[in-house]
């Protein structure tokens, strides 16, 4: 086999390679989107960054590989790629990673509210010492209003008669 034809043959798998790469990126956003819903909105940003970021690899991979050369079997590398990782993996790789971050997320947050329960219990009886001693005041403070209109009564009427 001649040193070009080999050369050819690498650049083939590689675009194949590649093509794998892209598909796995785009099923880790895939993965991001079952974890954490959002709305179509940040959907079409996070595909337009995406194709960004594939149009950089690929354009970076044919500039090393291929001197920026676009070889139509690249393409076709990349499509089978594509297509082999979607045929085989890629959907068994969403679903199982999907589905062990939704139950690590669920066991992280048991373990938050487990360890907040004791805050709970403390905070609320903050509130009822805040809110206990707030009532006490308010009826202390009352009761010094009254002895004081009493006494300013009493003081006013001392006043007039001397």
Same mark, same amino acid.
Do not use: C
């Given at each position: 086999?001649?040193?070009? =034809?080999?050369?050819?043959?690498?650049?083939?798998?590689?675009?194949? #390679?590649?093509?794998?790469?892209?598909?796995? =990126?785009?099923?880790? =956003?895939?993965? #991001?989107?079952?974890?954490?819903?959002?709305?179509?909105?940040?959907?079409?940003?996070?595909?337009?960054?995406?194709?960004?970021?594939?149009?950089?690899?690929?354009?970076?991979?044919?500039?090393?590989?291929?001197?920026?050369?676009?070889?139509? #079997?690249?393409?076709?590398?990349?499509?089978?790629?594509?297509?082999?990782?979607?045929?085989?993996?890629?959907?068994?790789?969403?679903?199982?990673?999907?589905?062990?971050?939704?139950?690590? #997320?669920?066991?992280?947050?048991?373990?938050?509210?487990?360890?907040?329960?004791?805050?709970?219990?403390?905070?609320?009886?903050?509130?009822?010492?805040?809110?206990?001693?707030?009532?006490?005041?308010?009826?202390?403070?009352?009761?010094?209003?009254?002895?004081?209109?009493?006494?300013?009564?009493?003081?006013?009427?001392?006043?007039?008669?001397?």
């Amino acid at each position: 086999m001649s040193e070009s =034809i080999g050369f050819e043959v690498q650049f083939f798998l590689s675009s194949i #390679f590649w093509g794998v790469i892209i598909l796995v =990126i785009y099923d880790i =956003i895939r993965i #991001f989107r079952r974890v954490v819903p959002h709305n179509n909105f940040v959907q079409a940003i996070e595909d337009i960054i995406f194709w960004i970021i594939s149009a950089i690899l690929i354009f970076r991979m044919m500039y090393i590989r291929n001197n920026g050369i676009i070889r139509g #079997f690249s393409i076709l590398g990349m499509t089978l790629g594509m297509i082999i990782y979607n045929r085989s993996l890629s959907n068994l790789f969403v679903k199982y990673i999907s589905l062990l971050l939704q139950k690590m #997320f669920s066991l992280i947050k048991k373990v938050i509210a487990f360890l907040m329960k004791p805050l709970g219990w403390l905070f609320k009886r903050i509130k009822w010492f805040f809110e206990f001693t707030s009532k006490k005041v308010i009826k202390t403070g009352n009761k010094q209003r009254k002895l004081l209109k009493k006494a300013e009564k009493t003081f006013k009427i001392t006043v007039k008669k001397k």
